[in-house]
Nanobody
Framework: QVQLVESGGGLVQPGGSLRLSCAAS????????MGWYRQAPGKERESVAT???????NYADSVKGRFTISRDGAKNTVSLQMNDLKPEDTAVYYC?????????WGQGTQVTVSS
């Protein structure tokens, strides 16, 4: 059973920055893929960024050049540095991973971009 705990959300003005962090526990394995998803009100959950154990990354087109995902594979932690935030980035952000064909989600952290 993997537990994911996120931190770092909040309220920020357009153009500002936030850093989200997620720590996984409950497994001795180095998780293969960890990622961040988000869900805005009235919209479906979407992938924001993912990173493999070897450091390969993938980003949604809407965040390329503004967001950076990183991880400490040995500690099963993943972070998302978000720069130049826009109002359309407002959403609940969820940490995600998979182990033994089971998908795990964190509880979510609210990010609000507003002046």
């Amino acid at each position: 059973q993997v537990q994911l705990v996120e931190s770092g959300g909040g309220l920020v003005q357009p153009g500002g920055s936030l850093r989200l962090s997620c720590a996984a526990s409950g497994t001795a394995f180095s998780l293969n893929v960890m990622g961040w998803y988000r869900q805005a009100p009235g919209k479906e959950r979407e992938s924001v960024a993912t990173i493999t154990r070897r450091g390969s990354t993938n980003y949604a087109d809407s965040v390329k050049g503004r967001f950076t995902i990183s991880r400490d594979g040995a500690k099963n932690t993943v972070s998302l540095q978000m720069n130049d935030l826009k109002p359309e980035d407002t959403a609940v952000y969820y940490c995600n991973t998979e182990l033994a064909s089971r998908v795990y989600w964190g509880q979510g952290t609210q990010v609000t971009v507003s002046s």
